[in-house]
């Protein structure tokens, strides 16, 4: 009796060692990116992003379990449609309203060309097709095998949130709006950091709901890029209006 408990044990706790795999990588690729070059910066995500794919191929999930599977993807592009149709709405109003316009004014959308270059090409390339494969493609069939549904909830969104620790250093001191908020020095910064882990974690929830109920990455990418996108777009149509 005792030979198949030992068994029946090992595919979880190789499910636990490929959820630990995808973990330190991920730390490092962050840590790699943020605080070494600049080329760095711009590779280290997407290879990392695939080399974790071609690894969990490997280990054995399946394309359905990375929200890759052809048969969903109709199901992904119909909520793709929708989130993208609801966050170019938000974004619309919000760049309108006075009261939200200011947090519109962050500094490295300052033109139109490069937030053309940064929604069109940098944004999805460098972070949103990459994070999506790592997030709720790899990381999710990872923990989906070994967790309940408000386990992958609660852990997929609050790695995600941490991972943008890093990139949140300099938030409070490029975006007028956010600065008027939290202030300024060590204190405003960390408050910028503590918004942008609670706001990106939130913002994982969104991301895994839409890739639990579409079965596809579609959809979390088109609603992760309408957000950074649009957000870039919105950001230099409101620089150029306020300058004009």
């Known amino acids: 009796m005792p030979v198949p408990a030992v068994a029946d044990s090992r595919p979880k706790l190789h499910a636990y060692i490929d959820i630990a795999v995808v973990v330190i990588v991920l730390?490092?690729?962050?840590?790699?990116?943020?605080f070494t070059t600049a080329w760095a910066n711009i590779v280290t995500v997407p290879i990392a992003a695939f080399v974790?794919?071609?690894l969990m191929r490997k280990?054995?999930?399946?394309?359905a379990e990375l929200g890759l599977s052809p048969r969903h993807w109709k199901r992904g592009t119909v909520y793709a449609l929708g989130a993208v149709g609801i966050v170019l709405t938000a974004v619309a109003i919000g760049?309108?309203?006075p009261l939200t316009r200011p947090f519109f004014l962050a500094d490295r959308y300052a033109t139109i060309s490069g937030a053309l270059?940064?929604?069109m090409i940098v944004i999805p390339l460098q972070t949103v097709i990459p994070e999506e494969l790592a997030f709720r493609g790899v990381l999710h069939g990872t923990l989906d095998r070994v967790l309940g549904v408000r386990g992958l909830f609660a852990a997929g969104s609050l790695m995600f949130g941490l991972w943008h620790?890093?990139?949140?250093f300099g938030l409070t001191s490029g975006n007028k709006g956010l600065s008027s908020i939290v202030g300024g020095?060590?204190?405003g910064q960390l408050a910028g950091i503590a918004l942008a882990v609670?706001?990106?974690a939130a913002a994982g929830v969104v991301f895994t709901w839409l890739r639990r109920r579409s079965g596809s990455l579609l959809a979390p990418i088109a609603l992760h890029w309408s957000l950074n996108g649009a957000g870039a777009l919105a950001a230099a149509i409101v620089w150029h209006t306020a300058l004009s």
């Open 27 to 34: 730390a490092g690729t962050n840590l790699i990116a943020h």
């Open 52 to 54: 974790l794919l071609a």
């Open 59 to 63: 280990r054995g999930l399946g394309w």
């Open 95 to 97: 760049a309108l309203l």
């Open 117 to 119: 270059i940064a929604s």
């Open 165 to 168: 620790i890093a990139s949140s």
């Open 185 to 187: 020095g060590v204190l």
């Open 198 to 200: 609670a706001a990106t």
